[in-house]
C-alpha cells in the first residue's frame, strides 16, 4: 500500500512504535545511577513526517537500477529530548516511574486507535473489492 492511502497514520504509528521502545528502556533503567529518562517529541516528528508527505517533484529516474526513494518514516533520533524530573533524585536517575507508566499505557491506546483507523482502511478497501 502506498503512502496516500494510509496517510499519516503510517507514520504516526511507526513513531509510536519507537516512542514505546523508549519508553521501555525509561522503565527498564529506573534503578540504574544516573540514568537520564528520554521521550519522543511526537507532535514535532508527526509534523515533520507529514511534510514529508506532502507532493514534491520527484527526481527523475533515469536507469531501471535506479534505487527509489524512501517511504516511510525513518528516525526518531533527531526528536528524542530528555525529560525533566519533577522531584531530583539522589544517584541522578530522571526515571519517575509513575510518569513513564502513564505515558506508556498513553502511547499503547494511541498506538491501538491508529490500529484501528488502519484496519478500519483496510476493511474498506477489502468491502470496495468484493463490491459489498
Do not use: C, W
Request: charged share 25%; net charge negative; hydrophobic share 35%.
Amino acid at each position: 500500500m502506498s503512502n496516500s492511502f494510509f496517510g499519516i497514520h503510517e507514520s504516526a504509528l511507526q513513531i509510536r512504535e519507537q516512542r514505546a521502545e523508549v519508553l521501555a528502556t525509561n522503565l527498564a533503567n529506573a534503578d540504574t545511577p544516573n540514568f537520564k529518562a528520554r521521550d519522543i517529541d511526537f507532535r514535532a516528528a508527526l509534523n515533520d513526517a507529514s511534510e514529508d508527505l506532502k507532493p514534491t517533484t520527484a527526481m527523475s529516474k533515469t536507469h531501471a537500477h535506479h534505487l527509489e526513494g524512501s517511504t516511510g518514516f525513518g528516525s526518531t533520533d533527531a526528536y528524542l529530548k530528555y525529560r525533566q524530573p519533577t522531584q531530583p533524585s539522589l544517584d541522578g536517575n530522571t526515571v519517575e516511574t509513575h510518569i513513564e507508566k502513564a505515558q506508556f499505557m498513553e502511547n499503547g491506546l494511541q498506538q491501538t486507535a491508529t490500529l484501528e483507523f488502519i484496519n478500519g482502511k483496510i476493511m474498506g478497501l477489502r468491502g470496495a473489492i468484493r463490491g459489498e
